[in-house]
């Protein structure tokens, strides 16, 4: 296959706009502080948005200009951009459509968890304490094709130790003291800047070609042109996993796009 081919394949793989989709299921295990819910991170290029389908809880954030809650209840819609410290919690049963921008940038490591300052400090105990396969409780960490059982108890493993470190921002955010803020972004920071040009390659690949090809369609309009009406197609959206997935802030279902017609 060519790289025309490749790159053509996957634009077809990806939903318009260059988006992602999620449901989440929001998890209902309680964290130290008696409050349920998922891992606190933060997305570095990427803005995210929830949709709530049913259920309450809110949102924690933390960013530079200080700490904030937000209530959810079905059919609220809340976004944050990239450098917003988020903590999803689940007060009565929380669905949400999850809306990412630049899809596949979160997939490829985006998203930074709030585990504490010198695990954040150091990329291979990060990625050992992010790892379902490796992470914080040894005795929680299935190895591949393990059961769902063991599985869950590596995610809230994993959701425990990325809460002791937002305990860490939250109480220094509230005092008023930044600077634990900052150190943790500039650490994100240091954390991701490897995988940048990665980061670029698919974003030129599959992202950014999705507001050129609006920009040549509405050229062709305004000349009274209509070519890319020949392309008109139809594409049905499947799961791609048929057991649960178990990702930062609960339970997960994701789709794939399926063959146009």
Known sequence: MTTVQQTAARQQAAFPGGVALTRLGVYDWEAADGICGGSPHMHTASTEAYLVLSG??????????????????PNDLLWFSPGTIHRLVNTDN????????????????????TFEPDIVADAERYARTASLDGGPAAVANPAPGSGVTSRAAAARARRDAAFAGYELLKEAALAGDFAVVEQFQRDAVRLVQAKVSGWQNLWRETIAP??????????????????HFRDAAVSRTVPVNTGPIFGMCGLLQKWDIGPQS
């Open 56 to 73: 309450t809880g809110r949102v924690e954030t933390i960013r530079s200009s200080g700490y904030e809650s937000y209530d959810l209840a």
């Open 210 to 227: 999705e507001p050129a090809r609006t920009e040549r369609w509405l050229a062709d309009l305004a000349q009274g042109g209509f070519s």
């Open 94 to 113: 929380l669905n949400i459509l999850a809306i990412m921008q630049n899809g596949g940038l979160p997939e490829a490591g985006d998203a930074i968890m």
